[in-house]
């Protein structure tokens, strides 16, 4: 049995890049901020980073700029 098309599809050019965008950058900048509080050797700071490099992994796919919130400053553009 098959299912049922779905009534309104999903498109990723329907995507608000720059309101993601920024969204993430505050979340990078928030997390930047709270590492330095962190133990370096420790599992948040491990997980703060995986974090970090989904959000860069992602404006990479948003953007193609692999370096976007290095060369835009804190919290993005």
């Known amino acids: 049995m098959s299912m049922p098309r779905r009534l309104n599809r999903r498109s990723d050019r329907f995507v608000d890049r720059e309101r993601l965008l920024a969204a993430m950058g505050g979340c990078r900048e ?6 330095a509080r962190m133990e370096i050797s420790g599992p948040l700071y491990f997980s703060s980073s995986t974090v970090v490099a989904a959000i860069d992994g992602l404006a990479l796919m948003l953007t193609g700029r692999s ?3 290095h060369l835009t400053g804190p ?3």
């Open 67 to 69: 370096d976007y919130f």
């Open 75 to 77: 919290g993005g553009a």
């Open 30 to 35: 928030t997390i930047a901020r709270e590492q």
